[in-house]
């Protein structure tokens, strides 16, 4: 019971926000809006993950990240690429999960953000399934330090 009812007020958070990014959209394309727009996403994929709905959430955040991107928030990028790290793990994609969560680590250190120990929490939790071997493999692939 308790689980059906966080899952139905999760549901409706995702319809309240979805109206919201509808109302940011008919505003136009100014900042402040794309601004909005990349945060309701952002929160609307982590919903999306939360309720085990990992293909809409990465498609989300696949458009939370090009959102960021485009406006060269780099908090909003290392976020989503851990985001998008979260959402790969249990879908099986670990090698891919890791290179996220080491692109964002890269990042937030970069950026010396007080978020970077928990990517990097992410990261070890990736390093011990894959292997130490195949980890430093895939930070030369990725030319990460």
């Known amino acids: 019971m308790r689980v059906e009812k966080h899952s139905e007020q999760k549901e409706e958070r ?19 809006e794309r601004t909005s727009q990349t945060a309701i996403l952002f929160e609307l994929g982590m919903l999306q993950h939360d309720l085990g709905d990992y293909a809409v959430a990465r498609h989300l955040l696949q458009q939370t990240l090009e959102m960021a991107e485009a406006t060269a928030d780099k908090i909003g990028v290392a976020a989503t690429l851990a985001q998008l790290g979260t959402v790969a793990e249990p879908e099986g994609r670990l090698e891919e999960s890791f290179i996220l969560w080491a692109q ?22 990736a390093s011990e399934k894959l292997g130490e071997e195949r980890c430093h493999e895939m930070f030369e692939d990725a030319g990460l330090p």
């Not at 995702?14 to 402040?32: N, Q, S």
């Not at 990097?120 to 939790?125: G, I, K, N, Q």
């Open 14 to 32: 995702i319809r309240i926000l979805e109206e919201l990014l509808d109302g940011y959209r008919a505003l136009g394309d100014g900042p402040r």
């Open 104 to 125: 964002s680590s890269a990042m937030l250190e970069e950026l010396g953000s007080p978020d970077l120990q928990l990517a990097l929490d992410s990261l070890d939790e």
